[in-house]
């Protein structure tokens, strides 16, 4: 997952003259390779790490970045780099966790309020919040990616969403340098969406979240392959740290370390459809995996469709360096070497095939530069 939006700053908003520009965190020429999971060797005409809102307003009003597109980095999880960008690109490190509820939050069984800045890395933060006693977000664990992209992608999981438990967050306008306040309601959370990904809100840059998270806990676990872990281990009554553990290993045995093989996650979305299309699926394809939805549709199992069409730990050509993953078809890889046209051309051939078969067309998740 990576908090990746383009746009570009308005001249106003920069000036040579400006007290704040900032000369030394500009870097011209600057290489993207460790700046996305995929590790495709690609360049920026500049690019920036921000560790405070002072530092990125400083960036925004250089004038060597004026008139440029700016392009915004989580962890670089969620991103596919087709080539070099002539634009400004900003890596996100704002630092930062705390607990911000009220003291007597737990004992009124109000929901308990977390915080944290939007580099803080994902994975860590919620084995933070473990931590501190604030269960909720143990089924996201080993997500890749910053807590500022969360929201973005609105990341889910194992029956968790961000949206399950978000609170707010606080965003910058790179146009303007304001600083605003977002709810739920303003994030118009949707399924992997949010209006961070729809038209006009790539101008807002996450600064921080805020999360509520339930005092009165129960664990989720109807995924099966979480349960059988547990199972196991005897578990039958798992703690948060428990379902945590169960997450990341269920992760771990299924899907590549970034930084052994490179990757960027779940390559598509789940689709979902309606019921009288599911049941004709289902009569064709009596394995089909899917999930009913509150609405009365369902959401089919991407990998699995992929899985059947052939695909898992294929290339579009023997010794392909972009190959989907052996153990994990919803994953596409880079092996070494491949380019973001490469992985977009063996995604291209995956959707096509899996739209015949099954009548639905794939959607990537990734952003696509």
């Not at 394809?285 to 052939?310: F, H, N, S, T």
């Not at 095939?353 to 639905?360: E, I, N, S």
Request: glycine share 10%; hydrophobic share 45%.
């Amino acid at each position: 997952m990576s908090a990746a939006a383009s746009s570009t700053p308005d001249a106003s908003h920069s000036g040579a003259d400006d007290p704040a520009f900032a000369p030394d965190l500009l870097v011209p020429n600057v290489s993207l390779k460790g700046w996305n999971t995929f590790g495709f060797d690609v360049r920026a005409r500049f690019g920036a790490t921000v560790d405070s809102a002072e530092a990125l307003r400083a960036v925004l009003c250089d004038p060597r970045v004026a008139g440029l597109p700016v392009h915004v980095l989580g962890g670089g999880s969620n991103i596919v780099l087709t080539g070099d960008l002539d634009a400004l690109v900003l890596r996100i490190a704002l630092r930062g966790r705390s607990i911000v509820s009220a003291s007597d939050a737990v004992d009124d069984g109000r929901p308990v309020q977390v915080q944290a800045g939007a580099g803080e890395p994902w994975h860590a933060f919620v084995d933070w919040t473990l931590a501190q006693g604030c269960p909720g977000l143990e089924n996201l664990a080993l997500i890749p990616g910053t807590v500022g992209a969360a929201p973005v992608q609105n990341i889910g999981a194992y029956g968790v969403e961000i949206a399950d438990f978000f609170d707010s967050l606080t965003a910058m306008d790179r146009q303007t340098g304001e600083i605003r306040r977002f709810d739920g309601v303003d994030c118009r959370f949707g399924y992997r969406d949010s209006v961070f990904k729809q038209r006009g809100g790539e101008r807002w840059i996450i600064l921080s979240v805020t999360f509520s998270l339930p005092t009165q806990w129960a664990p989720r676990r109807a995924y099966a392959d979480l349960d059988k872990v547990l199972q196991s281990k005897n578990c039958t009554s798992p703690t948060p740290r428990d379902i945590f553990d169960a997450v990341v290993a269920v992760r771990q045995a299924k899907l590549p370390d970034p930084a052994v093989i490179g990757n960027a996650g779940s390559f598509f979305k789940n689709p979902v459809i309606d019921a009288a299309h599911y049941a004709s699926l289902q009569a064709r394809e009596p394995g089909l995996v899917a999930y009913p939805q509150a609405d009365g549709r369902y959401k089919l199992a991407a990998g699995w469709m992929i899985d059947q069409c052939g695909w898992k730990g294929r290339g579009v050509e023997a010794g392909s360096a972009a190959r989907v993953h052996d153990r994990q078809a919803l994953v596409l890889t880079n092996s070494g070497g491949a380019t973001g046209d490469d992985v977009m051309q063996l995604a291209a051939r995956i959707a096509d095939d899996v739209a015949a078969r099954f009548g639905v067309r794939l959607e990537a998740e990734p952003l696509v530069l």
